[in-house]
């Protein structure tokens, strides 16, 4: 197919366009990876600016040596594959129910949910409530508050109603099949890509998750990956600044460099278990975000 000057002109502009927006995204990801196994003065100085320079995997040896990094990963496992676990439990079903055309009331109960995305009781109210339940210092604590947002529901709805017609949810309860049969049998199996996304939002949510364990978590032993590396990257500064106040010149140098090595080692450590398992999901995300875009 012969293409005009201005269609060339315009895919060459397309094409352009995108590898400036591929390098810009690449390329602090190749930094801070660079810079995790680079000598800190090579990086400070700016000499390193794409490739390792003076390669040294001292920062990863600190990391990966503190039993607590260890204590956070499993906790943060354990909080991401249970919350998800609840998330998708109280969504779907939900979701389901709020796109079946019989069900009465449900433009009320939709009122009710989107009213509930305007407002919140704040920050104080949030901490008595789990106080008061009796879900401090507990994994609770962290999985529960969260399990389930308004905008989840209302795009699952969506898939739902217009990925699974009505007339095959009819022609199933023709055939004998119960309302839950329906939805374990029939909508679930079709609904893998939304599954897919909504399971990868809140699991992301759920691996950054800081403020909520420092709110109402006290016991180290259930405290969370990310907050176990906050703590290390504030106590490097504050040690920095404690020498820095004393002196101790050749301390502070030693400790500056340390903090540098931990710093973009802690990075690579916390985003590269997420980074390893968007690849197996993409074909998934990639057709559940692109709900409510026009079919031919």
Wanted: glycine residues 6%.
């Amino acid at each position: 197919m012969n293409r005009s000057l201005s269609d060339r002109m315009f895919v060459t502009f397309n094409f352009a366009f995108t590898l400036i927006l591929l390098a810009v995204v690449l390329y602090p990801l190749a930094y801070i990876l660079s810079a995790s196994i680079s000598n800190p003065l090579a990086v400070n100085s700016g000499q390193m600016w794409l490739w390792p320079k003076g390669i040294t995997f001292e920062g990863y040896a600190r990391v990966f040596q503190n039993a607590e990094i260890w204590m956070g990963f499993r906790n943060t496992l354990l909080y991401t594959l249970l919350g998800t676990a609840i998330h998708l439990a109280i969504l779907l079903p939900c979701a389901f129910a709020m796109s079946r055309k019989d069900m009465r009331g449900r433009s009320v109960i939709l009122v009710f949910l989107l009213v509930t995305m305007f407002f919140n009781g704040g920050l104080i109210p949030n901490y008595l409530l789990i106080k008061n339940l009796g879900m401090m210092d507990s994994w609770l604590a962290i999985v529960l508050p969260n399990a389930i947002g308004i905008w989840s529901i209302i795009v699952t709805r969506t898939f739902f109603t217009m990925n699974i017609p009505h007339e095959l949810q009819e022609a199933a309860e023709i055939d004998g099949c119960h309302l839950f049969g329906v939805f374990l049998r029939i909508a679930l199996p079709l609904a893998g890509p939304i599954i897919a996304v909504m399971s990868l939002f809140h699991a992301v949510g759920l691996w950054n998750q800081y403020f909520a364990a420092m709110m109402y978590l006290s016991d180290r032993s259930l405290f969370p990956l990310q907050l176990i590396l906050r703590e290390i990257l504030i106590l490097q500064e504050m040690n920095t600044t404690m020498l820095m106040n004393g002196d101790q010149l050749d301390s502070l140098a030693e400790q500056a460099r340390i903090s540098d090595i931990l710093k973009y080692a802690v990075m690579i450590v916390s985003a590269l278990p997420l980074l390893i398992v968007y690849p197996f999901l993409q074909r998934f995300f990639v057709k559940g975000v692109l709900i409510g875009s026009l079919k031919g």
